[in-house]
C-alpha cells in the first residue's frame, strides 16, 4: 500500500514538474507598446492577397458596378476577420499548424489534407503566375520590353528571395509596404470622395442588373485572403513564436499537461492575436474602401475597367486624373512594389503549406528521410511549384487578370471548407477555458455560410443553370 501511494506521489509530482515547466517555458504575452512589435503576421496576411483583391479587383469591381456591391465588401472583410481568428487561435494554443489541426479529423487518413492541398495547386500557379503577369504590366511602361519576359524575370527573382531568405525578410518588407500604399490611396480617395448618399446607398444588400458572379466571386475571395492565405495565417503565427508556438513542438500541446497559470498566459496571446488580426482588417479595409471609391469615381465615368496586358498603365490613371504625371508614376509604383510583394508573401506561404501537408501525408504512408524534412520540401515547391510551373503557365495562357479570376474562384468556394474544418478542431481540441465565445463562434458560422451562398450561385451560373446577359470585360 505505501509502494502504491509512493508511485502515485511521484507520478503526480512529474506530472506537475511537467506542467510547471511547459508554463515557465510559454512566455508572458507582451503588454501596452510591446504589442506592436508583434503584428508582423497580421501584415503579412493583409498583404497576401492585397495585389489581387484590393488593387486589382475592388477597382475593377467598381468600374463594373459603381458603388452597389459596398455591403459585400463590408461583409467579406469584418466576416474574413471571424475565420482568421479562429485560425490563429489554433495555432496559438496548441503550438501547432492549422494542417496539423485537420489531420486529427476521423475519416479515413488525411482525408482532410488532400481536400485541402489539390484544389491549392491550381490556385498557388494561378496566384503566382498572375500577380508577377500583373506586375511586369508595370515594369514595361518604364523599360519597355514584353510582359512575358519581365514576368519571368519577377517570379525568378521573388522565388529566390523566398528561397534563401527569413521570414523576418519578409515579414518587415510587407509590413511598410502594406502601411505606405494604403496612407497613399486612403489619401487620394478624400480628394474624391463621393457625394455620401450615393455611397450609403451600396450599404443596402443588392445585386446590380446582369452581374457576372466570375467577377464577383473572385473578388470576395482574394479579399483581404482567400481560403490559403487564411490558413497561412497559422504558419506566420507559428513562425513569429506566437503562445504555444514558442516551445517548438513537434505535436500539439497536451492541454492535460499544462497549469491554470499556462491556460491564463495562452488567453493572453489569443488576445494579442485578436488585436494584431483587427488592426489588419482595418487597414486592409481603409485601403479597400478607398480603391472602389477611386475605382467608382475615376475608372467608371471614362468605361476604363483594368484588365489583361493594361493592368497598371488603367490603374495609374487612377492618381494620374489627380495628380498628373507624378500621380501616374506613382501609382505605377505602387502597382509594382505590391503585386512583388504579395508574391513573396504567396510564395512564402504557399512554400510553408505545401511543405507542412506534404510531410503529413508521406509521414502518414510511412516515408523516412529527405522528402518528410519540412525545410527541404519548402524549398522544393518553391522551385517546381510556385517558379517553374507559374512561368511555363505564363508563357502559355499570358493573361494575368483571367489567371487571377480563376484561383479567386477556387478560393472563395474553399473558404467553407476551411471555416467548417476550423470551428470543428477548434471545438474538439482546445480546452473550454480557450475555445471562442458564443458570439465569435456564430460570426464564423455566418461566415462559411456567407461565402458557401456565392460559390453556390457561382457554381451555378457557370453551369448555366441561371445565367446573365451583358456582364464584365
Not at 506530472?15 to 497580421?42: H, V
Not at 504590366?137 to 519581365?150: E, N, P, S
Request: charged content about 10%.
Amino acid at each position: 500500500m505505501n509502494r502504491d501511494s509512493d508511485d502515485r506521489s511521484s507520478s503526480a509530482q512529474i506530472t506537475n514538474q511537467q506542467g510547471e515547466n511547459t508554463s515557465q517555458q510559454i512566455p508572458q504575452p507582451p503588454e501596452g507598446w510591446d504589442r506592436f512589435k508583434w503584428l508582423g503576421p497580421s501584415f503579412l496576411w493583409m498583404l497576401s492577397a492585397a495585389g489581387s483583391g484590393e488593387l486589382l479587383f475592388t477597382p475593377r469591381i467598381a468600374a463594373l458596378y459603381g458603388y452597389s456591391l459596398l455591403w459585400a465588401l463590408l461583409a467579406a472583410v469584418i466576416l474574413k476577420w471571424f475565420i482568421n481568428n479562429e485560425v490563429g487561435r489554433f495555432s496559438v494554443c496548441t503550438g501547432a499548424t492549422i494542417l496539423e489541426g485537420f489531420k486529427q479529423i476521423p475519416g479515413p487518413k488525411n482525408w482532410t489534407i488532400w481536400l485541402i492541398l489539390l484544389p491549392q495547386v491550381v490556385v498557388a500557379i494561378s496566384t503566382v503566375a498572375g500577380l508577377a503577369g500583373a506586375a511586369a504590366t508595370a515594369l514595361i511602361l518604364v523599360t519597355g520590353g514584353t510582359v512575358k519576359l519581365w514576368t519571368v524575370i519577377i517570379i525568378a527573382v521573388t522565388a529566390a528571395i523566398v528561397f534563401m531568405g527569413q521570414y523576418e525578410v519578409v515579414e518587415k518588407i510587407s509590413s511598410i509596404i502594406g502601411i505606405g500604399r494604403t496612407l497613399a490611396v486612403v489619401a487620394a480617395a478624400i480628394f474624391v470622395f463621393p457625394n455620401l448618399r450615393q455611397f450609403a446607398a451600396g450599404l443596402v444588400p443588392q445585386i446590380p442588373q446582369n452581374v457576372q458572379y466570375q467577377e464577383i466571386l473572385p473578388w470576395l475571395g482574394f479579399m483581404l485572403a482567400g481560403a490559403a492565405g487564411l490558413m497561412w495565417y497559422s504558419y506566420w503565427v507559428e513562425a513569429r513564436g506566437y503562445g504555444a508556438a514558442s516551445l517548438k513542438q513537434e505535436q500539439p500541446l497536451d492541454f492535460n499537461q499544462i497549469s491554470h497559470e499556462q491556460v491564463k498566459r495562452l488567453q493572453g496571446w489569443v488576445t494579442l492575436m485578436s488585436f494584431s488580426n483587427t488592426l489588419a482588417v482595418v487597414g486592409a479595409l481603409l485601403a479597400a474602401l478607398a480603391f472602389l471609391i477611386l475605382g467608382g469615381e475615376l475608372l467608371r465615368p471614362q468605361g476604363l475597367v483594368p484588365k489583361e496586358q493594361q493592368v497598371a498603365e488603367i490603374l495609374g490613371s487612377l492618381l494620374g486624373d489627380l495628380w498628373g504625371p507624378f500621380g501616374f508614376w506613382f501609382m505605377v509604383a505602387i502597382v509594382f512594389i505590391t503585386f512583388c510583394s504579395t508574391t513573396l508573401s504567396v510564395q512564402d506561404g504557399f512554400g510553408r503549406m505545401f511543405a507542412d501537408g506534404t510531410q503529413i501525408l508521406l509521414q502518414g504512408f510511412g516515408v523516412q528521410g529527405r522528402w518528410t524534412n519540412e525545410k527541404f520540401l519548402q524549398r522544393f515547391y518553391i522551385i517546381v511549384l510556385l517558379a517553374a510551373l507559374p512561368i511555363a503557365i505564363y508563357l502559355i495562357f499570358g493573361e494575368p487578370v483571367s489567371l487571377l479570376q480563376m484561383a479567386g474562384g477556387i478560393e472563395a468556394a474553399h473558404i467553407p471548407i476551411v471555416t467548417g474544418l476550423t470551428l470543428y478542431v477548434n471545438h474538439r481540441m482546445l480546452p473550454k477555458e480557450l475555445r471562442p465565445s458564443k458570439f465569435i463562434w456564430g460570426g464564423t458560422v455566418i461566415a462559411g455560410i456567407f461565402f458557401a451562398c456565392f460559390a453556390v450561385i457561382y457554381l451555378l451560373q457557370l453551369t448555366g443553370i441561371i445565367g446573365t446577359s451583358g456582364g464584365g470585360s
